[in-house]
């Protein structure tokens, strides 16, 4: 198996939002990574994986204002 590589820009952002992005690109890695078979995948599952990762409470970057602004989308 090929060894994962993970960028992110970091022109213009905070230490927190370059860890964030690259939470963001772990969470594309690691459906890549459980998904075994391959099968099409909605997008909406790998990028809400993708900001779980990104936007989860305790991961050391203060994302609560971020994630409980786009918790809006999902309860209306």
Same mark, same amino acid.
């Not at 990574?33 to 970057?61: C, D, H, M």
């Given at each position: 198996? %090929?060894? %994962?590589?993970?960028?992110?820009?970091?022109?213009?952002?905070? =230490?927190? /939002?370059?860890?964030?992005?690259?939470? &963001?690109?772990?969470? &594309?890695? *690691?459906? /890549?990574?459980?998904?075994?078979? /391959?099968?099409?995948? +909605?997008?909406?599952?790998?990028?809400?994986?993708?900001?779980? *990762? /990104?936007?989860?409470?305790? @991961?050391?970057? @203060? +994302?609560?204002?971020?994630? =409980?602004?786009?918790? %809006?989308?999902?309860?209306?």
């Amino acid at each position: 198996m %090929a060894a %994962a590589k993970l960028s992110t820009h970091v022109e213009g952002i905070t =230490d927190e /939002q370059i860890l964030r992005h690259l939470y &963001h690109e772990m969470g &594309h890695l *690691f459906m /890549q990574t459980i998904i075994t078979y /391959q099968v099409e995948v +909605p997008s909406w599952i790998e990028e809400g994986t993708a900001e779980l *990762f /990104q936007y989860r409470k305790g @991961n050391g970057t @203060n +994302p609560e204002r971020e994630r =409980d602004e786009r918790a %809006a989308w999902l309860s209306r």
